[in-house]
């Protein structure tokens, strides 16, 4: 283990900061997930990346394998196929945070029809689907291995607020300060929130809690501390309650058309699911089921944007993103991040991400009645 954690350290050390952090956040989601995921379900998982070589495959009574090892792929791959970069953003057309905020309004999305997360993510769980109940057509172990490394990294996506906003390429093209450092708007989301919180997590989470499923998902892996703290303080337990409070209980329904058979599932059962027939899907991005339900979740993290993500500073001429370099606008400040922090609005999104992603798994992979 010890040469495992050493291999860790140099490999983050060889990469640019910003990849390196931004993988966090997608291993924090499937981390979070695998740790709600029934054993079975977690079983059937892993046997379909086994043959992928990044999977760690784990023996003795560690978990059989760790979702987190392919949750970035998707990334890797994104320049040598080209298709697939756009499957992870979507655009409404005129969305301009933080003063107008479209999801979409009335001029729909921009872009290539279906060439989106929310449909990516219809598209790989039904590839899923197929194969979980044999169906030979699309049910081919590779095909299968590449829609589940999808899946676990489009989840994360979601739930990443600029990656549902097409203003400035998703905050891309918005220089900013932090910590006196250049960077931009998309990256403090994707990365230099996250190494904040992970850098400042308190050392009584650096020891293992009393949550079994949780533990066995870990991989000796810099944020493992962090991620206890927000199970740990986020859900609470049956002493004490958490952040959430019964909030979270309803992270898994979904608020569509079709929700009035999803009010008949608790989320507890949703998470171990049992396997029930569910109505088709109709046409993309209205196709909200009860169980796989991308738009109603991301409605109100895109809002997000207009609300806390854009600094309306942004606009001002002064300080916008092509204002003379010293003059960047810095965002590590309580005003901006302070409230970000206090609200655990980063953490709520990697929870939701992690908690969306097993039921999801659940769901699809339930062992047969
Ligand atoms: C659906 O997912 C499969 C598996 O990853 C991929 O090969 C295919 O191109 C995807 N289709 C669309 C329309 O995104
Ligand atoms: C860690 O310390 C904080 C107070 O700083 C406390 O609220 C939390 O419950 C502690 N966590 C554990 C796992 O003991």
Same mark, same amino acid.
């Given at each position: 283990m010890r040469a495992f954690i050493v291999a860790v350290i140099v490999g983050l050390g060889s990469l640019p900061r910003a990849i390196a952090w931004g993988a966090a956040g997608h291993e924090i989601v499937a981390t979070i997930a695998q740790s709600y995921l029934d054993p079975q379900v977690l079983n059937t998982v892993c046997s379909i990346l086994s043959?992928?070589?990044s999977v760690d495959q784990v023996r003795?009574?560690?978990?059989?394998?760790?979702l987190s090892t392919v949750a970035t792929w998707a990334d890797k791959i994104r320049f040598r196929a080209r298709?697939?970069?756009?499957?992870h953003f979507i655009n409404g057309a005129g969305d301009h945070p933080p003063d107008d905020c479209r999801y979409?309004?009335?001029?729909?999305?921009?872009?290539?029809?279906?060439?989106n997360v929310l449909d990516a993510v219809h598209n790989v769980s039904s590839i899923l689907t197929d194969f979980a109940q044999g169906s030979?057509?699309?049910?081919a172990p590779e095909l299968a291995q590449e829609a589940l490394k999808f899946l676990i990294h489009f989840i994360g996506d979601m739930h990443? &607020? %600029?990656?549902l906003t097409g203003r400035d390429r998703g905050g891309n093209s918005d220089k900013v300060h932090w910590d006196n450092r250049v960077t931009n708007l998309h990256s403090v989301w994707d990365s230099a929130l996250i190494a904040k919180a992970i850098r400042l997590t308190?050392?009584?989470?650096?020891r293992p809690v009393a949550l079994p499923t949780l533990e066995s998902s870990?991989?000796?892996?810099?944020?493992d501390p962090y991620i206890r703290r927000i199970i740990w303080e986020g859900f609470g337990s049956d002493q004490v309650s958490g952040r959430w409070g019964s909030e979270a209980?309803?992270?898994?329904e979904c608020p569509s058309p079709e929700s009035a058979v999803a009010a008949q599932w608790a989320p507890q059962e949703v998470l171990a699911a049992p396997r029930k027939p569910r109505p088709r899907s109709g046409? &993309? %991005?209205?196709?909200?089921?009860d169980v796989i339900c991308p738009y109603g979740w991301t409605a109100p993290i895109h809002k997000l944007n207009c609300d806390v993500?854009?600094?309306?500073?942004?606009?001002n001429p002064e300080t916008h993103?092509?204002?003379?370099?010293?003059e960047y606008l810095e965002l590590d400040t309580p005003k901006y991040t302070g409230r970000i922090e206090k609200e655990w609005i980063v953490e709520k999104l990697l929870a939701q991400g992690g908690v969306r992603l097993a039921g999801i798994l659940n769901y699809i992979f339930a062992p047969q009645q």
């Open positions: 043959s992928d070589p003795g009574d560690g978990a059989p394998c760790y298709w697939s970069a756009q499957l979409p309004g009335p001029d729909g999305w921009q872009g290539k029809e279906r060439a030979s057509s699309s049910g990443q &607020p %600029l990656h308190p050392r009584n989470y650096t870990f991989r000796d892996a810099i944020y209980d309803s992270w898994l046409p &993309p %991005l209205t196709s909200d089921s993500v854009w600094p309306p500073e942004l606009d993103g092509r204002a003379p370099r010293r």
